[in-house]
Each structure stands twice: as structure tokens, then as C-alpha cells.
């Protein structure tokens, strides 16, 4: 599956986060990685959800430990309510959860399962590099939750994503095909590679042809023969 990031220039990033510090450092990593790109920020849950119905972002880089309004305690509920909001409302938002609170996303697991957009998630101990290669993903489409403690209790793959495996490996159809046979669009054919790609732990890797890997890792699980 190829996937390709949007051109630099023409990206708009919302970046929520409610310590100014954490904000501007990271407003600061990303304007250096996208420097002609523009950066919008929120403090809190109700003007973050103002922000991004008016710019309509590329990209959502959220914590999740967040105050629902100015002069109310920030806790993690709220940033996963807010994020279950955003992507029933904006269904193709990419979006990377940066916080040291992303275990509390296993509560919304269905939804992330569901959303069409990238969804990638960072804990706040990784490196610079490492939330980068994050932010492409998302920015590309894929998904990354392997980080989410307890969100892989058990290999789970949903019939639409095993019938995209079967008809991509043991009957060779491409994408354009596939996408007829099923009678969806390519785009959504794309979304299921990217989940079952995340539920078998496939991630792009340089020099790596991840469709090839994704064949490999499901013949080892036995979802095809």
C-alpha cells in the first residue's frame, strides 16, 4: 500500500494542549519539521472544538488531560469525550493523541476502530523523532495503537478487513478491484489496510514493502492459508 504524506506547505495543524510550555514545544517540533505550514492552538475542550470547525485542520495533535472550559480542572475524560465527539462529527480528521494518558483510550476503542482518518498515538516520553514518525502516519492515513495498553488483548480482525485480505492475496486482486468487488470506494479499501495493518502490528519501515509484510504477518496468525 503506497502512502504518501501531503505537501508540507499546504498543511494546518490544531494543536490542543493546556500547559503553554507543552504547547509552544510542541507547536515549535513541528513548525521545524513543516516550516511553511500553519499552526493553530487551544487550551481547552470548547475552544479546541471552536478551532476546528473553523479552520478544519489537516491534522489534530491533542492531549487528552484537558479542561472542558477556561477555570475547570483539566482531566483526561474530558479529552477522550472530545475526542469521541471530533470523530463522529469529522470522521476523516487525521489525528495523533500526544499525552501520558493514552491507556484511557481503550474506553473508546470501537470509535477508533471505526474512524476513516490517520490515527496515531505518541506518550509524551517518546523522542522528538519518534512523535514525528507519528505525525507522518497519521498525516498519511494509517493508524498506530499499539502503545494503548490492553487495546490488543487478542488478535481481533472484523469480517471487511479479513475479505479484503482474501481477495487481495488469494484471489490477487488490487485495490480498484477489490474496492468493486465489495462495492465500496478505494478510499475505504485503503482504511481497512491500515486498521488490519495496526491489528497485526505492520508498520511502514524504510526499505520495507509493508503490503509484502502484511501478507507475511497474517499468514503467521492464520487468517489466510
Known amino acids: 500500500m503506497e502512502q504518501t504524506t501531503p505537501e508540507k506547505a499546504l498543511l494546518n495543524f490544531l494543536v490542543i494542549d493546556d500547559h503553554e510550555s507543552v504547547l509552544s514545544g510542541t507547536v515549535e517540533i513541528l513548525r521545524r519539521h ?3 505550514s500553519e499552526f493553530v492552538t487551544a487550551i481547552n475542550a470548547e475552544n479546541a472544538y471552536h478551532q476546528l470547525t473553523n479552520l478544519q485542520p489537516n491534522l489534530l495533535v491533542m ?12 482531566r483526561p475524560d474530558t479529552g477522550v469525550k472530545l475526542l469521541r465527539t471530533l470523530m463522529k462529527n469529522y470522521s476523516s480528521l487525521n489525528i495523533i493523541v500526544q499525552s501520558a494518558h493514552i491507556r484511557t483510550l481503550v474506553r473508546i476503542r470501537p470509535d477508533i476502530d471505526t474512524h476513516k482518518g490517520g490515527f496515531t498515538v505518541a506518550d509524551k516520553s517518546l523522542s522528538t523523532q519518534e ?5 507522518d502516519w497519521a498525516l498519511q492515513g494509517l493508524t498506530h495503537t ?4 490492553g487495546i490488543h488483548s487478542g488478535l481481533e480482525i472484523k469480517p471487511e478487513w479479513l475479505k479484503v485480505l482474501i481477495l487481495a492475496f488469494e484471489e490477487g486482486l488490487q485495490d480498484k478491484a477489490i474496492a468493486e468487488k465489495m462495492c465500496i470506494s478505494e478510499r475505504m479499501v485503503r482504511h481497512y489496510w491500515s486498521k488490519l495493518q495496526d491489528a497485526l502490528d505492520v508498520y511502514p519501515d524504510d526499505g520495507k514493502n509493508i503490503r509484502i509484510q502484511t501478507e507475511k504477518r497474517a499468514r503467521q496468525a492464520g487468517l489466510i492459508d
Open 34 to 36: 513543516y516550516p511553511t
Open 63 to 74: 492531549d487528552l488531560s484537558i479542561p472542558e472550559k477556561s477555570g475547570i480542572v483539566a
Open 131 to 135: 512523535m514525528l514518525t507519528r505525525v
Open 146 to 149: 499499539k502503545d494503548i495498553k
